[in-house]
């Protein structure tokens, strides 16, 4: 059965209790692993970097970018190409503000703490960025949602290349999420 067939049997209430299990085994993985992988805890927590300029020159700004381009693309191309299934307008499309908000912070502090903070940071930036990209496996028959997915990952690794700093990657991860998020919840890619 394909994901899409299941997602449809699934009630909203179940969707979002599977998205946010899978955000916490994520953050839990990369917690358990940042654990052993690193010699002390401090030396991981050096990637924990309140720099606020920092964070706006590349985590907001590329964010913004990010999701600039993939509008533009949603309205050149045929709406069939980033159709996922209906998964992110079942996630999106009805809630709040705020649960868009949480769900969009949850999503990019346990991906970007596992990901980039644990798995770059011990096998190297393409890895990490192409593993990324087949983890968002819904994507792998869709070749626009997969490269945009994997220009996303290596842009957003890149960012953690520049800086070392996962903050700069959470807050770039949240942006497009969240700014992503609120354009389904608001308005239907065709209306643009």
């Given amino acids: 059965m394909k994901q899409s067939e ?6 909203d209430k179940e969707l979002k209790k599977q998205l946010l299990l899978s955000q916490f085994i994520f953050l839990f993985i990369g917690l358990i692993l940042s654990i052993f992988l690193f010699r002390n805890i401090s030396e991981w927590l050096l990637y924990f970097d309140w720099d606020l300029n920092e964070m706006l020159y590349y985590g907001v700004i590329p964010g913004l970018i990010i999701v600039l381009v993939d509008v533009w693309l949603m309205v050149v191309l045929p709406k069939h190409y980033y159709d996922d299934g209906g998964i992110n307008e079942r996630v999106f499309k009805n809630q709040s503000i705020a649960y868009i908000f949480i769900l969009s912070l949850i999503v990019a ?17 393409v890895f990490t960025s192409v593993l990324f990209a087949l983890v968002h496996f819904r994507y792998l028959k869709k070749p626009v949602l997969l490269i945009s997915v994997l220009f996303v990952s290596f842009y957003i690794g890149y960012m953690f290349e520049i800086t070392g700093n996962l903050l700069v990657t959470i807050v770039a991860h949240f942006t497009v999420d969240f700014l992503s998020g609120l354009l389904i919840r608001f308005q239907k890619w065709g209306a643009l």
Wanted: charged share 15%; no cysteine; proline share 0%.
């Fill in 6 to 11: 299941i997602i449809k049997m699934m009630s």
């Fill in 109 to 125: 502090i346990s991906e970007e703490i596992l990901f980039r903070g644990v798995i770059q940071t011990t096998f190297g930036y």
